[in-house]
């Protein structure tokens, strides 16, 4: 099975604090997302990545940035966080060249700022 | 602008009736729709998916969807729902053209299943 792997579940970060985000997915896929989770906004896409070390925006890339240095992790930075930061972020991937197949979520990590 | 409309936040089923929950979209040309399903604290699960052909597509633990192009909608459904169908669903659509940057969520709707 796929599996996608956000290592911290829950966190409590402090105004202005940089927080870091990481995924790992061990099954080669080329294509890794961040979304944002808000009740009633449904997922919003934050940035994703298409290769090692490619990244282009996605609908809500402000306040965030990304790293993906090796083909199986992508990390979102929050580098100064803020209390309008406060979610749920899902991290997933999909493989390149199928583009039926779904996505596979990580579990989710629960961030709040204050 | 390309969108998925779910325009239900919450239903409210009795164990053993049918259930539906709904979604229409706004995207040009035929689009790929998908079902997925949220846990408490969970991840997102994939429930089903509409590629091309039959319009009524079976999924995950007995849900299925029905594809109407004429109305662009996706609706869930189930026979008889389950307690355990308690969840958060949220349909998704990919247009054909684009990246997959372009997966579109609906904002979700909140399925409780009473006793």
């Known amino acids: 099975d796929v599996k996608v792997t956000q290592s911290s579940r829950y966190l409590v970060k402090r105004t202005g604090e940089k927080v870091f985000l990481e995924c790992v997915q061990d099954m080669d896929h080329e294509n890794m997302f961040w979304y944002r989770q808000d009740p009633g906004l449904g997922l919003r896409l934050i940035y994703f990545s298409y290769d090692v070390k490619m990244k282009e925006k996605g609908d809500i890339p402000e306040g965030y940035s990304v790293s993906r240095e090796k083909k199986e992790r992508f990390s979102l930075i929050l580098e100064s966080a803020s209390t309008n930061q406060t979610s749920m972020y899902l991290c997933?991937?999909?493989?390149?060249?199928?583009?039926?197949?779904?996505?596979?979520f990580g579990e989710g990590s629960w961030l709040t700022v204050v | 602008a390309q969108s998925v409309a779910q325009p239900e936040d919450q239903v409210n089923v009795a164990e053993g009736n049918p259930l539906t929950v709904k979604c229409t979209y706004s995207v040009s040309g035929n689009p790929y729709l998908f079902w997925y399903v949220q846990y408490p604290n969970r991840g997102l699960q994939f429930l089903l998916k509409?590629?091309?052909?039959?319009?009524l597509v079976k999924g995950s633990y007995g849900f299925e969807a029905e594809f109407n192009k004429s109305q662009t909608s996706f609706h869930l459904k189930k026979p008889s729902a389950l307690v355990s169908d308690s969840a958060l669903y949220f349909c998704?659509?990919?247009?054909?053209?684009?990246?997959?940057?372009?997966?579109?969520f609906g904002a979700g709707t909140r399925l409780a299943v009473h006793p």
């Open positions: 997933a991937s999909i493989p390149s060249g199928l583009v039926t197949t779904y996505i596979y």
């Open positions: 509409y590629i091309t052909g039959d319009n």
């Open positions: 998704a659509v990919r247009p054909q053209s684009g990246g997959y940057n372009k997966l579109i």
